[in-house]
C-alpha cells in the first residue's frame, strides 16, 4: 500500500470537517451522533490529563503541546463543568511546490477536556498557568461550612 500521499488524504479530511462544521447543523431524523458530537468525544479522548486533589484545592494537568497560552480556552459551563480545549493546526508554509509530507503523525486539530466539578469548588477563584505545552488549572476549595450550634430556649417558670 502506497502512503506517500496518506497526508493530502487527511488533510482533505480534516477540510470537509471543518466545512461541515462550518455549516448550520440541520435536524436530523435517525439516532446518529452529530458530527460536532463525535469530533468533541475524539478531541476529548486524545487529550490526556491528570487530576490531583490537595487539601486547598484540585489541580487539572492537561497536555496541549503546540498550542500558545493565547489559543487556549479555559471556561465553567453550566456552574459546574470546567471544559479546557484548543485548536493546533498544521503548519502553513509547507505548501512550496515540490515540497510534501512523506509522514504525518502529530496530532492537529481540536483538543479538549471537560470535568465536572464538585460543589466545594470555587467558581470565582481558578486559575490558569500554560507552560511547554502543559496546561495547569488550579480550582479552589471552598472553605468547609460551620457546623450548626444548637440554639437553646429558655425555658419560663409558670
Same mark, same amino acid.
Request: no cysteine; charged share 30%; aromatic share 6%.
Given at each position: 500500500? &502506497?502512503?506517500?500521499?496518506?497526508?493530502?488524504?487527511?488533510?482533505?479530511?480534516? &477540510? +470537509?470537517?471543518?466545512?461541515a462544521e462550518q455549516e448550520p447543523? !440541520?435536524?436530523?431524523?435517525?439516532?446518529?451522533? $452529530?458530527?460536532?458530537y463525535v469530533r468533541d468525544a !475524539?478531541? +476529548? *479522548? /486524545?487529550?490526556? *490529563? &491528570?487530576?490531583?486533589?490537595?487539601?486547598? #484545592?484540585?489541580?487539572?494537568?492537561?497536555?496541549?503541546?503546540?498550542?500558545?497560552?493565547?489559543?487556549?480556552?479555559?471556561?465553567?459551563?453550566? &456552574?459546574?463543568? @470546567?471544559?479546557? $480545549? %484548543?485548536?493546533? =493546526? =498544521?503548519?502553513? %508554509?509547507?505548501?512550496? $511546490?515540490?515540497?510534501?509530507?512523506?509522514? +504525518?503523525?502529530? =496530532?492537529?486539530?481540536?483538543? +479538549? =477536556?471537560?470535568?465536572? @466539578?464538585?460543589?466545594?469548588?470555587?467558581?470565582? #477563584?481558578? $486559575?490558569?498557568? /500554560?507552560?511547554? %505545552?502543559? @496546561?495547569?488549572?488550579?480550582?479552589?476549595? @471552598?472553605?468547609?461550612?460551620?457546623?450548626?450550634?444548637? !440554639?437553646?430556649?429558655?425555658?419560663?417558670?409558670?
Amino acid at each position: 500500500m &502506497d502512503l506517500r500521499n496518506a497526508g493530502n488524504v487527511f488533510a482533505f479530511l480534516e &477540510d +470537509m470537517l471543518d466545512l461541515a462544521e462550518q455549516e448550520p447543523e !440541520k435536524p436530523r431524523n435517525n439516532n446518529h451522533p $452529530s458530527r460536532a458530537y463525535v469530533r468533541d468525544a !475524539k478531541a +476529548m *479522548a /486524545a487529550t490526556p *490529563a &491528570d487530576v490531583v486533589e490537595y487539601p486547598n #484545592a484540585y489541580v487539572f494537568v492537561v497536555d496541549m503541546p503546540g498550542i500558545e497560552a493565547g489559543q487556549i480556552k479555559v471556561q465553567v459551563e453550566n &456552574d459546574n463543568v @470546567l471544559v479546557l $480545549s %484548543g485548536k493546533r =493546526r =498544521r503548519e502553513e %508554509g509547507i505548501k512550496e $511546490s515540490g515540497v510534501k509530507y512523506v509522514r +504525518m503523525e502529530r =496530532r492537529v486539530g481540536k483538543f +479538549m =477536556r471537560k470535568f465536572v @466539578l464538585p460543589e466545594n469548588a470555587n467558581l470565582d #477563584a481558578i $486559575s490558569a498557568v /500554560a507552560k511547554d %505545552g502543559v @496546561l495547569t488549572v488550579r480550582v479552589e476549595k @471552598l472553605p468547609p461550612p460551620e457546623p450548626k450550634r444548637p !440554639k437553646t430556649i429558655h425555658v419560663n417558670v409558670a
